[in-house]
């Protein structure tokens, strides 16, 4: 029941953003009392962090599991991508502003995923990266993860997308393109090309 009620508080919060969605609306769209909601969440707070914080515990088992499979640095950002973008595609400007001003809890857990998780992953690739001599060996590992994690947040659409020209989709993809193409050399160039075909076919197939 507990993922029942997380599950369709995610379809509404999706569709109406976190902060309009009340319990009572929650438990009236799935023809349940307030008081078997409050059965299984404490409270709202409760209910958002298990809807946007579970999904980035997944988010961290996945990429683990997907780095031992990668067959390089860039592949390896590449599988990850195809792997989660669903997911932080979820985790747009609305949303966060929303988390940060009336959901604390839920938006420090996106907060530690992004600053240790994520600057993990990301401070991990570009060494592998610099020792497969697919990336420049003038990076400073510790300094571009930081700086990549500092502008994944919560203005990056706002900031570039005042006229709403493109989904979140698409400027995330273009962000994380302009990333590799900026880290590599000429030999990671070359396997950029390659899986950004690869990951292109595979994504318009049935």
């Not at 799935?30 to 946007?52: C, H, P």
């Not at 999904?55 to 860039?74: H, R």
């Not at 709403?164 to 900026?182: F, K, M, V």
Request: hydrophobic share 40%; aromatic share 10%; proline share 2%.
């Amino acid at each position: 029941m507990r993922e029942e009620i997380a599950h369709k508080a995610s379809v509404l919060f999706s569709k109406f953003s976190v902060r309009s969605i009340t319990m009572d609306e929650i438990a009236g769209s799935m023809g349940i009392s307030k008081k078997t909601l409050y059965t299984w969440f404490t409270d709202k707070n409760e209910l958002v962090e298990m809807v946007y914080g579970d999904p980035l515990t997944q988010l961290e088992k996945d990429c683990t599991a997907i780095i031992q499979k990668a067959s390089n640095a860039i592949h390896e950002i590449f599988l990850i991508w195809h792997s989660v973008k669903q997911t932080v595609g979820i985790m747009n400007e609305t949303l966060l502003h929303d988390l940060q001003k009336y959901h604390h809890a839920a938006f420090e857990r996106y907060n530690n995923f992004k600053k240790g998780t994520l600057y993990q992953l990301l401070l991990n690739n570009i060494k592998r990266g610099q020792e497969e001599q697919l990336y420049r060996t003038q990076i400073i590992p510790e300094l571009i993860a930081s700086f990549q994690v500092s502008i994944t947040g919560i203005n990056t659409k706002k900031e570039i997308n005042q006229q709403q020209l493109w989904p979140q989709a698409t400027i995330n993809e273009q962000l994380i393109l302009h990333y590799l193409y900026g880290l590599s050399t000429s030999k990671g160039v070359r396997l950029i090309d390659k899986y950004l075909k690869e990951f292109t076919v595979r994504e318009v197939q049935p």
